[in-house]
């Protein structure tokens, strides 16, 4: 293979899009995303891109957080789950913490929608035992991938859709958010200054950049923030043109799951799934063993198969049915999480009624009848690959419909 190829499409587009080593990576997945972008590209559609026309939060995550909490939903932000114990080949309860106060979680059905990193440490002998699906959990792996945001004092929207700087040493992507941000007002931001705005995503945290020679888990926040705009620099500002110019940044943002207890022992509170070759043995189905565990998160198996909102949500869809099935066997089902919460104390070596299925329990009702709100409508993109090499490899620039 040319060094061009290896450059571009053995390493570039699976270490850049998903935090994955070329050498490490599945072919089946590497293969799969690699056809679905390929047939996006010549599809009648011609979508290859997606992004949202705001930030998240307002375009997404708050309308589907208000519609549910309309719905009935009971939102616990606080709690962290910290175990499941068995009662009769069933989960029940699930111990937990709210605030640091102990507690118990009794329900008929659960739904874990936790990452892999943290599910796997939750994984007692017997659960592995009841469910062996879930005993290789451990054996999938997570990578850094964070972003870090530039606020510029003008716009600079640089491409209509991502841009991937190939062979930056940190794996960099980027988005200028503002020109799909239609309808946001960015003076109404701070202190009005912003005119655009440069989300970018760091998927190679060990390997050293050009300016400090360290891995970016070893630097200090400001050397990660300085790092990054350099790369960005190396290969935008090229043949004489200057794209990003220090004077236009007013200021920048690194994601808060970047935790500095020491500037060389960087932690990562949110590491991402990279699907390894032979992973998809050690990845579990929506449903398990356990009849009254299901899972919802990206590591289950799906046929999008890849770490992304979509996977978790296409396990969510597994999951629903199955778990609507056997709460009511009806049409109008009810779903889980039928909870009640036990003082820990008075709980102690005795089953709750709920747990030993002797008593129906309240619970928050999702009839899957239910229309699904409108979320927001995504924009077509154009693709682009920057290289300090290459000023610019630009698949076709499409127009917005
Ligand atoms: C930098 C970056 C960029 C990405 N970009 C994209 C993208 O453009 N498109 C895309 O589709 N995907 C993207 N992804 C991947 C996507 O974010 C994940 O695959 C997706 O969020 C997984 O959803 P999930 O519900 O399985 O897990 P998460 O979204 O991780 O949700 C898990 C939840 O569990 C909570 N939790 C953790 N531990 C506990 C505990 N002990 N008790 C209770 N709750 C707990 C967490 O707080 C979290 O809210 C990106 C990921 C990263 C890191």
Not at 187 to 205: C, K
Not at 260 to 276: A, H, S
Not at 344 to 351: D, E, G, H, I, M
């Amino acid at each position: 293979m040319s060094s061009t190829y290896q450059t571009y499409l053995g390493q570039g587009l699976t270490r850049s899009l998903v935090a994955m080593r070329a050498q490490e990576g599945s072919t089946r997945t590497v293969g799969y995303i690699l056809l679905q972008l390929l047939y996006d590209l010549i599809g009648p559609d011609q979508v290859f891109d997606r992004l949202l026309k705001g930030p998240t939060d307002d375009v997404w995550l708050n309308p589907w957080v208000d519609y549910l909490q309309r719905r009935g939903v009971v939102f616990h932000t606080a709690v962290q789950v910290n175990g499941f114990e068995l009662d009769g080949g069933r989960v029940c309860p699930v111990q937990a913490t709210e605030n640091g106060n102990p507690f118990q979680i009794a329900a008929s059905y659960y739904i874990a929608a936790m990452p892999v990193d943290v599910m796997s440490t939750l994984l007692t002998p017997a659960l592995k035992a009841a469910a062996p699906s879930l005993a290789n959990l451990d054996r999938l792996q997570t990578r850094w991938m964070n972003g870090i945001q530039f606020y510029l004092r003008r716009d600079v929207p640089l491409v209509r859709g991502h841009a991937i700087y190939l062979d930056s040493p940190w794996a960099l992507t980027s988005v200028s958010q503002r020109q799909f941000w239609t309808g946001v007002d960015l003076s109404s931001f701070g202190d009005g200054t912003v005119g655009g705005i440069l989300s970018v995503d760091i998927s190679e945290w060990e390997q050293p950049g050009v300016l400090y020679d360290k891995p970016a888990m070893q630097c200090t926040a400001t050397e990660i923030k300085e790092e990054v705009w350099t790369q960005l620099k190396q290969h935008l500002n090229v043949a004489g043109g200057i794209q990003l110019d220090d004077v236009d940044l007013e200021t920048w943002f690194l994601d808060p799951d970047i935790q500095f207890p020491n500037p060389t022992l960087v932690t990562n509170l949110e590491p991402l799934l990279v699907n390894t070759a032979g992973s998809l043995q050690y990845r579990p189905e929506a449903q398990i063993e356990i009849p009254n565990l299901f899972l919802a998160s990206d590591y289950v198996r799906t046929y999008t198969d890849l770490a992304t909102m979509e996977g978790a949500n296409e396990a969510a869809r597994r999951e629903l049915p199955l778990a609507r099935s056997r709460v009511h066997r009806t049409t109008r089902a009810t779903l889980a999480p039928h909870r009640t919460r036990i003082p820990q104390a008075s709980s102690r070596n005795r089953p709750h009624p709920v747990c030993s299925g002797a008593a129906p329990s309240p619970g928050v009702i999702i009839r899957a009848t239910d229309p699904i709100p409108p979320v927001c409508s995504s924009l077509r993109l154009a693709f682009t690959l920057w290289s300090p090499r290459h000023s610019s490899l630009h698949g076709p620039a499409r127009p917005k419909p």
